[in-house]
Structures are given as C-alpha cells and as structure tokens.
C-alpha cells in the first residue's frame, strides 16, 4: 500500500472506533469543482485568474462591500454564472450527508455559498454557511429582506436589484424618477454573501466554542487564506485528529504529530476512505439520489 492508502485506511479505522464522536468538518470552493463551479484561487481555472472582463482594479474587489456600494455592476455580472440552481452536488458532498446520517457530523463549517451541502441532503441545523449564501438577500442600507422570486429574475436578466421599502434613504444620495421628481436613491440589494468589509453571521462565532469537543477534523478544498474562518483549523484541542483532503498543503495542516495530508482530488480520496469504511455502496446511492 502507499503512504496515503495507509492514511486512509488508519483514519478510517479511527472513524469506526469508539473515541470518534465528534465529527467536523471545514470546506471551501475545492468541493465544488467537479460541479463546475470554479474555486477563487486556483492559477488558471480559479474565479480571480479569469475576472479581466470585469475590468475590476483587482480580482477580491467584486466581493467587497465598499466596492459594490460604488459599482455593483461587476458582481451582478458573476451573479448570473455562479447562481445555484444549475449545480448538483458532488461525491464530497454526498459523503458529508452520510457522515450525518450516522450520527457522526457535528458541524459542517462551509465557506461556500453555492447551498450544495444543504441539496446533497446534509441537516440544515448541521451546516454553518460562514460566509452566507444566495439563498436569502436584503438592502445592504436598510436591511430590509428581498422577494425571492424578484431576485432570480433580476439575476437572470442582469438587471441591478434595489431596496423596495419607500422608507430606505439609501445612501443619502438623490436622482431624478420616471416623473422628473427628485427623489433618495434607494440602497443596492445584494445576496447574504459576506463580502470582504462585512462580519460573519452570529451562528459561526456561537458555534466557534464547540470545536473543543471535536474528535476529527477533516479540511477539505479549501486554500485557508481567509480569516477568520481559517483559524478554526487551530482551534480544536491537541488530542483531535486532524485532516487535509486537498490538492496542495494548506495552513498548518500537517504541523501537528498526528495530522493527516491526503492530496489529491476530494471526490476521489472520499471514495477511498468510503470504501475504507465500507460505505461505498451507500455513498453511491446517496450521489445518485
Ligand atoms: P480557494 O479557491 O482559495 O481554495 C480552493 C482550494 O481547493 C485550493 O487549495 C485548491 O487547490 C483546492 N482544490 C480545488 N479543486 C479541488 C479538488 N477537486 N479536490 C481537492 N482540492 C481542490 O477557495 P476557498 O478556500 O474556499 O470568500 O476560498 C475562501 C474564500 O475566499 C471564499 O469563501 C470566498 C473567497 O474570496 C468570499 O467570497 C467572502
């Protein structure tokens, strides 16, 4: 056997032992590029490589608030190709789900906003989307919620969505509307993403304590740049075991004695520890579903 089959094999072993409560798990973009989503970073198929027709002064600008509030246009661009609906979940994503239904998920910590762990079926109360997603949006000015359905028309048309709410003063600037009346010039709606320049939800700090009862932690398709969601790595006590499933090293990962460094494709180590586990059958179902 190989280096990695070993390590497979052993974090397998350790999943079926007594000691492996607590799953958790840290994700990013890398599990949700055999959909067809791009990640960010990777050099030629990441998002911010491949962003020169939007004309931004650099790649993470389309994500920051202060830029949108300025020029939403390049984000409402993006929008349309990175809309969930045209994606189906992956292997990863379907191995995540059985890690929940056999009680072994604590909590499913995702960086990503394309809702495919919530779609492959993994428990809403188990998944913190630490960086929001598309499935909700509001006035960035007055907070006021949006209609959903208005939403995906407007992305689908490329249109620029504002706030509905007669009240909302936007930004306090004026324009002139269809009747020449000068008028406050209501707030921008954006997705429930956060954007660089915007906290993370209050359920990702209250859930940050309950890593100290993590007994493995497995990192998978993620480059752990952003903080603070890639200080969670460091987090969990020493006793927990710890895993990268990537296709470089990342972070610490790999620091402590006992960290586990698979490289390589997730779908394709998940589908060699399912086996190691002898869930093989089950995952395929459940991918298939
Ligand atoms: P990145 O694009 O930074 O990193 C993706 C990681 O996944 C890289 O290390 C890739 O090598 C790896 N990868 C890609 N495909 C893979 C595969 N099939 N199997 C295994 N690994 C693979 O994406 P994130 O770390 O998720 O934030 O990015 C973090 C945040 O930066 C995002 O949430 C987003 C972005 O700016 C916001 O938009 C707020």
Redesign the pocket.
């Known amino acids: 056997a190989n280096a990695r089959g070993d390590d497979i094999a052993s974090l397998a072993r350790y999943m079926q032992s007594k000691t492996c409560r607590n799953v958790f798990l840290m994700l990013?973009?890398?599990?949700s590029?055999?959909a067809g989503i791009p990640?960010?970073?990777?050099p030629d198929t990441?998002l911010y490589a491949n962003l020169a027709r939007l004309n931004l002064p650099y790649p993470?600008a389309v994500?920051e608030i202060n830029f949108f509030r300025r020029h939403p246009e390049p984000f409402y661009m993006l929008a349309k190709e990175l809309y969930p609906g045209k994606f189906r979940p992956t292997l990863t994503h379907s191995f995540v789900r059985l890690l929940a239904s056999k009680s072994l998920l604590h909590t499913c910590f995702t960086?990503?906003?394309d809702t495919l762990e919530r779609r492959a079926g993994v428990p809403a109360g188990k998944i913190i989307e630490a960086?929001g997603s598309f499935a909700t949006q509001r006035c960035i000015e007055c907070k006021r919620p949006y209609d959903d359905e208005k939403m995906k028309k407007a992305v689908k048309e490329g249109s620029i969505p504002r706030c509905e709410n007669a009240k909302c003063k936007g930004t306090g600037k004026t324009r002139r509307n269809e009747f020449g009346e000068e008028e406050k010039e209501r707030g921008l709606v954006k997705p429930d993403?956060?954007?660089?320049g915007e906290g993370l939800p209050d359920e990702f700090h209250r859930a940050i304590p309950t890593l100290r009862e993590a007994d493995l932690l497995i990192v998978?398709?993620?480059?752990?740049?952003?903080r603070p969601?890639a200080m969670l790595a460091e987090l969990v006590r020493e006793g927990c075991l710890r895993v990268l499933?990537?296709?470089?090293k990342?972070g610490d990962l790999g620091d402590r004695e006992d960290d586990i460094v698979c490289l390589?494709?997730?779908?394709e180590i998940v589908q060699e520890l399912a086996r190691e586990l002898g869930w093989e059958e089950e995952l395929q179902k459940a991918w298939e579903a």
């Open positions: 990013g973009a890398g599990i590029t055999a990640d960010f970073r990777s990441g993470e994500f960086q990503n906003i960086h993403i956060v954007f660089f998978m398709g993620t480059s752990l740049t952003v969601f499933i990537n296709l470089e990342v390589g494709k997730c779908d």
